[in-house]
């Protein structure tokens, strides 16, 4: 600033001795000089300046003149911190966005009218919704689930709406609706497929043991009931008898398999003992054909040599179960293949048979605890119900899997596929 | 001028109201759909009162949308696309009432095949995946909507002629059925009639696409196999 001024008084001072000495005309003419020239600096700065801020871009190579210039440097500097500052804003915003998204939980945001403001990977997932062509739709446009419209509508979100999808394959959701900021809210969406699954396994469970052991129990305490009461002769004596005693056989094998259960669940890993194979399936295969007793055609496929390291006793009893399971599910006439393949890579132990097959939404649940698709005809088969639950833990203490795979009508395949680290001496 | 502003944006939030309503009736004809397959496959002829009653809920839906757009058209004379939203909405909502009208025939027929202590199970034919795939048309078609997605709706359409193959297929094998064991005739005939209620959903399906592709894109396509290509 002094400068500008410095500038001035410098011109004033020598145009005015010489307008007063000399000739007044040059006074002038110089003082004007000076001054124009000086103007013009200035607005040739000041159309930089001018230029510049129509399209404010952060630029370095804005330069001035004199005082100019350092303005220009301080709006430089202004810009370029206010830049880093937003740049740092944006990142901030984008890492929450992100995390928002690697939520486990749904989140949707909504405006007032309950339209999609925004929604994460995982709600677009588990709502099906699209976060770029959703926004602004109402959300009650794309989920148009009743149950969900009533819970809108009627507006008390105390507490959450459990909502069960099938869309694609059976979901169950549980979605908070909470308000937050003004007039806005926030839904959280829980996917609790997995908790509902468990719960009504729990109560399956009970309800089950309950049911299995009751039905022995009432015929046993009938025929008590009647030994006590009633006379009678020794012939129907030794039949009644001959009841019971199937009865309580069937509840200590109910006890026995659910021990089973539980000492497989809490013991240690099994020792890895050498388990020779070819020995084990062929005697999975004489059992086959005793259990059959001619009923059906018994075939045994092997592939490879080798043996699996693992508990003796565990592996015979779930492989055994997926025999006898076979034979017992399949119709006089029909045929029983049992595969056993064995590589470096990993083993695999199959019973396929061509029985009356599993309708899919079955096979999901099968190895659940008492759970059965055909209630009478299972029992009658002579099953407890937890055959299949033993057969899975005990592969699965060998990290070995069991695979389904059924046709209703055609038959079932059980597989029992272990891992290479199972295998040895191939 | 903000008077003009503020009238429009009225009519905007109507037309809005208008379609959240059509879609909320869609969601009821789903439920009806999806309650009337798992009826059939699980049996629980308990869900058929509530699907025949959800039909009346269907039904008065129908009925109010239809008028609201008797009045948006006379109130507000639309042109261009907001016309052929309200035309297109007339036309979608009784595609759907229909649809509705069919879930119900399959739980009635349901109904009648398990109370008749018949297994629909037994006759092992493809009913649910039939039923799925139409269930997903109606469900898409509904999501072409609300989206005002055209390519959605072309496949949809597209996917029309699948249900078809796969229906006549399942009346196939029941004739099989029939001339095998003429005892299965009732049981065949009632599964027939379903098959033909969901066939007769994913036609509903395909006809609420072709709305979709008139209100999206203002071409008229139904009957033209040609414009799809």
């Known amino acids: 600033m002094q400068r500008a001024l410095f500038y001035g008084v410098l011109t004033a001072a020598i145009a005015f001795p010489l307008g007063y000495f000399v000739e007044q005309w040059m006074g002038w003419v110089l003082f004007y000089t000076g001054l124009s020239l000086h103007l013009a600096m200035h607005y040739r700065n000041f159309s930089r300046l001018e230029r510049w801020s129509r399209k404010p871009v952060l630029d370095a190579s804005l330069e001035g003149d004199g005082e100019w210039d350092r303005v220009f440097r301080r709006l430089y500097r202004h810009e370029k911190e206010l830049l880093e500052k937003i740049e740092r804003r944006e990142r901030d915003i984008a890492r929450l966005i992100a995390a928002v998204h690697a939520m486990n939980d749904g989140i949707v945001l909504l405006d007032g009218e309950f339209r999609i403001q925004f929604c994460n990977k995982t709600a677009e997932r588990q709502l099906d919704l699209a976060s770029v062509t959703d926004r602004g739709a109402p959300i009650a446009n794309i989920v148009r689930q009743p149950a969900f419209i009533d819970y809108l509508a009627k507006a008390d979100f105390s507490r959450p709406l459990v909502l069960r999808l099938d869309r694609y394959f059976e979901r169950v959701l549980s979605l908070y609706l909470i308000a937050y900021a003004e007039n806005h809210w926030l839904l959280q969406v829980k996917d609790i497929t997995q908790t509902d699954r468990l719960d009504g396994m729990r109560r399956d469970f009970v309800a089950n043991v309950s049911h299995e052991l009751r039905t022995p129990l009432t015929v046993l305490s009938g025929f008590v009931e009647t030994l006590q009461e009633i006379d009678v002769d020794t012939e129907s004596r030794q039949h009644y008898l001959q009841l019971m005693g199937e009865q309580s056989q069937r509840m200590q094998s109910i006890v026995q398999d659910l021990l089973t259960l539980s000492s497989i669940e809490s013991a240690p890993p099994p020792e890895d003992q050498q388990v020779d194979m070819a020995t084990l399936v062929d005697k999975l295969r004489r059992d086959a054909e005793a259990l059959s007793a001619g009923r059906h055609r018994i075939l045994l496929e092997s592939e490879g040599q080798g043996d699996l390291l693992g508990s003796e006793s565990e592996l015979v009893s779930a492989l055994a179960n997926l025999v006898s399971n076979a034979v017992r599910y399949t119709p006089a006439g029909g045929s029983i293949t049992l595969i056993w393949k064995i590589s470096a890579a990993g083993a695999e132990f199959a019973v396929q048979d061509t029985g009356i097959g599993i309708d899919p939404k079955h096979i999901p649940r099968l190895t659940e605890r008492f759970y059965r698709v055909d209630r009478g005809r299972s029992r009658d088969a002579g099953g407890t119900g937890l055959g299949l639950a033993i057969v899975k833990h005990s592969l699965s203490r060998h990290q070995a899997t069991l695979e389904i795979t059924s046709k209703p009508g055609e038959g079932s395949r059980f597989a029992a596929k272990f891992p290479s680290s199972r295998v040895t001496g191939v | ?229």
């Open chain 2, 1 to 229: 001028m903000n008077e003009s502003l503020h009238v429009s944006s009225q009519f905007d939030e109507d037309l809005g109201r208008l379609r959240t309503h059509v879609l909320q009736m869609g969601g009821l004809v789903e439920t009806q759909i999806s309650a009337a397959i798992d009826a059939y496959t699980t049996g629980e002829v308990a869900s058929v009162k509530t699907i025949v009653e959800t039909d009346r809920k269907v039904n008065d839906l129908e009925k109010a949308i239809d008028d609201d757009c008797a009045h948006i058209i006379a109130k507000r004379q639309p042109t261009a696309s907001d016309l052929r939203l309200v035309l297109g909405i007339s036309k979608i909502v009784t595609d759907l009432e229909r649809a509705g009208d069919e879930a119900k025939k399959i739980a009635k027929g349901v109904r009648r095949i398990y109370e008749a202590g018949h297994m629909p199970a037994q006759y092992g034919v493809g009913i649910r995946h039939l039923a799925e795939a139409a269930l997903t048309m109606v469900r898409q078609a509904l999501d072409a909507f609300a989206r005002l997605d055209g390519t959605l709706a072309v496949s949809v359409i597209r996917a029309d002629a699948d249900v078809d193959v796969e229906f006549k297929s399942i009346i196939r094998q029941l004739i099989t059925h029939m001339m095998e064991d003429p005892r299965t005739i009732t049981t065949s005939i009632d599964i027939i009639s379903i098959s033909r209620a969901i066939e007769r959903i994913g036609d509903h399906a395909k006809n609420i696409s072709e709305q979709v592709i008139f209100v999206v894109e203002g071409r008229d396509i139904r009957h033209n196999k040609e414009a799809i290509k």
